[in-house]
């Protein structure tokens, strides 16, 4: 007969809605961010007796998350999750591993009568930032990235010469639509850098590379704009990418006598294809624990 | 004992996701929107015997919406609401009224070295612009608008001197951040005008007095706001404002020993004010079904 | 040259997320809500001026509604909501009209070796009972509701016999899906009756006629459910349906050699038709403000 | 210098929404599905040079989605989830391995007039079902699952005796409310039994167990609940738990003289605690690619 035992553990404060200003001249500065801190360790005791003396409540987490935007400050999302990381791991006894994921959500200063405004902004709205920080006993990785960067294409993109079977009713087509809202994840080789410039950077290659790339498939498309990320940048070790693909539909025209060469779409919600791909180098750094996700782990 | 009678109805098709690219030269134009069309006359028939012979079946209006795309153009979202509206009202006879409410979602080229890209595009992801144009028997209105404009103010924003009563624990404030999520809505008094030329400056003027009004209370700041809308353009009759406040909690980091100077805030997500406001002219022309809306007139 | 200036307003606090329970007795009792409160009357100073002395803030609302939970007790949203709606009208000077917007999300007991659990509960997930409490110095005005109910009949439900146009593509159908997610409200002529009883009577009673009726279009079931309920319940003035039509549209398998005897469909997202109809009786006592609604009157 | 390669990939299509009616007997019987498609095997071609003469497309894989509803039929998600893997895995000649992943959304029958209706079910809207069935060369996987499980004690449930340090402000409680919405999966050590009856003993058992164990920590119960489903059905090699802490706040109302004991609570959206357990056997075969989920590899 099996025992029954505790596996893998771990648990922390979802979603602290944090918002930094600095106001220390009239021109003030926004960082308006989404934390979640994840600890890991051995927590056995409260799982199997109730017994939390090994537990820092996550009540405590969220303290220590609002407390650091002012104490140490928060000027990169990368640098204030390690700074967050390394206090969970290093001077809170039980915990063996932290992992702090954050998302970044941009604002545009308000431009009025020309000038940028000293203390109003607009949300961005456009892709989120994201970062995720993870510091056990045998090193520290950051994982930064992106998502919801909806970007599409009018021309430029093919899908033929596909394999088929006698489910396939697919027409082969030499020009569509391509469209994602993409996810993008790349884990750095090191920590000191400038988290800022490598983002800003990141995100122009991405983009760039979606609209050069004359796509014969999605798949295609998504390895370029992989490699041409770890071309620019050799302290990236490697990038996962995820991308929906936002079927737009050429809407059949012809019953009213009306052509449409590629004018008029219907925009789909679902199904939607779904391509995830890795890139990386054949000598990049083990990830460790980079890729042990917070909410992953579970559907 | 009462007859039970049927009121008022109204049906169509809600949510067509169109998007129309415009690939005359090599530079291509794309405009995204959400129609929803809504027709309004006597369909007592279908209502109470189940006859559908004055019935516009609501997928033929789906199909109206995507071959209009093309057969009339897309260049505007109120020109194209108010062809759509016109034919449904002139052209199918039981029709003796018609909605269209359209949502449209901008895109900003990708910049590629330096370069607008001729057919690359990223969603802007910031405000929706809306409008609703409606057309019946007596005559032709629009509502332009939008929504999901979030905006913010780090300072310049007070709330002091309110009434109070024994349930009153809020303490006033001289300095506090101000931020919401505006809906707005113009009535216009004509239809012929620059549509996206007005759109352009209602949004300017908006943000410009959120930015610049020193707030003593958000109901002062909507008032301002909408009465520079009216000053600056004589062709809008009238402005509705609708504006969540959204609460910026500053965090109490004195139990850590930390001042907290309105640097450090949660931002909340429930329970929020909303406030609401009707800014007009004394001269106003009548609104007749300008207000009714295709959702709003059931919770 | 017009003057500007302001119209309607009103301001309130949405969206406080109320749990009570009652625990006087071993079987504890739980109601879930979501109140928004909304407030009329005269703040024009707040709005030209910013003085916000006939103001009672939103935060003083907030804490209103939570202390009414325990000091007047929450049994019924419809009373809870008048409770408090007469609170602000009566005990507070400005405020001349109030309407309270209520959400209640059911709970069923955990079974437990066959035995209701005394307080343990899974959230019950089906429709959302509603309910609106306007009071202004003309009189009380109550609308019950719920939405979220989504119903659907595998047969029984025609679609045929409607007017055609040069843009209408659709077939005819003599047995289809029929689903929506409903929204019913309907407007009590008093406020002296058993609340629970009349909900639970009038949701049997949508619920029937839907699965009775034979369909020859949604708005015919949408006309005899409505007629049915104000035949049930005479204390009902009126009733205001609006029904989503979810589309399933049966798949197209001939192409693999398949029969589809409507078995297999798609069930899509957008666009979907929006039929709404009032259902109401010869001599209804007028509606005042009870269909003012809290959001609605602006997009 | 380092090279540049392609890594793991897999592609699918995401959300097929399909509704399966059967109908050979007046009293129909219905599932409702949500289906994802990933595959998985050498695809390098198509990411590196654009080549798909091994990519079956998605819109294939969506077609046959559909097929199958009719042609092998769904009566258990589990079972028509294995069907599909081992299509793709053994039909389609360059996939190497499939995961197919499925939501179901429950439906009551409707009563009518105290019998259970043929063809006309309301939405249950209680938890989602889910499963994962994993083909690939080397076997066969399946984990069910269940998730929005929305379940609440109103006593029965303390917080105490946890560590503390600087940023600990918490107060200890013995008398709490207890809420979470459960995410549970579970991976079968065999593909042969009653899927059915398995999903609603492990659902009864988990419920059990969160009614009926005294919590000392919401880690305790999440252990306890997972014991118990392993205690009860050994076909079950190990159970993934994941819970949101739904934090119901008492408010405080001694500031209106009024006591709460644990009768008026807030419900807050964010943050929240996520705590997250395996329980599992001493001697569980291998999972494989069991966990490899289809979106949770990246974000």
């Known amino acids: 007969m099996s025992d029954i035992i505790l596996g893998k553990t771990q648990y922390g404060k979802a979603e602290n809605r944090v918002v930094r200003i600095y106001r220390d001249t009239p021109r003030h500065e926004i960082r308006d961010i989404n934390v979640s801190t994840c600890l890991r360790g051995d927590f056995s005791a409260a799982h199997l007796a109730g017994d939390q003396s090994d537990v820092l409540p996550t009540d405590t987490q969220k303290q220590t998350v609002y407390a650091y935007a002012k104490e140490k400050g928060l000027t990169s999302i990368e640098d204030y999750g390690l700074t ?3 206090h969970f791991v290093h001077d809170v006894g039980p915990v063996q591993g932290a992992r702090i994921d954050i998302d970044e959500y941009a604002w545009e200063r308000a431009v009025v009568e020309g000038q940028e405004h000293p203390h109003t902004w ?16 045998e090193g520290e990785w950051v994982v930064g990235g992106l998502k919801d960067l909806v970007i599409l294409k009018s021309t430029g993109s093919e899908f033929a010469g596909f394999l088929t079977d006698e489910y396939t009713t697919l027409e082969p087509t030499h020009d569509r639509v391509l469209a994602t809202s993409l996810v993008a994840q790349w ?29 014969l498939a999605l798949q295609q498309t998504l390895y370029e704009m992989g490699k041409a990320v770890l071309v620019s940048f050799p302290i990236i070790a490697e990038i996962r990418l995820s991308a929906p693909n936002k079927h737009h539909f050429r809407y059949d025209l012809s019953r009213f006598g009306l052509e449409n060469n590629n004018e008029v779409f219907h925009a789909d919600d679902r199904p939607y294809g779904l391509l995830q ?8 750094p083990p990830a460790g624990p980079a890729w042990d996700l917070h909410r992953g782990w579970i559907g």
Not at 125 to 136: H, L, S, Y
Not at 279 to 284: G, K, M, N, P, Y
């Open 84 to 86: 967050l990381a390394r």
């Open 122 to 137: 607009i949300r961005k709205g456009q892709e989120v930032r994201t970062a995720a920080a993870t510091v056990d006993g």
């Open 187 to 215: 884990r750095f080789a090191g920590t000191d850098l400038d988290w800022d410039e490598v983002y800003a950077g990141v995100k122009s290659r991405l983009v760039q590379r979606f609209a050069q790339v004359h796509s």
């Open 277 to 284: 791909a890795v890139v990386t180098r054949d000598d990049a």
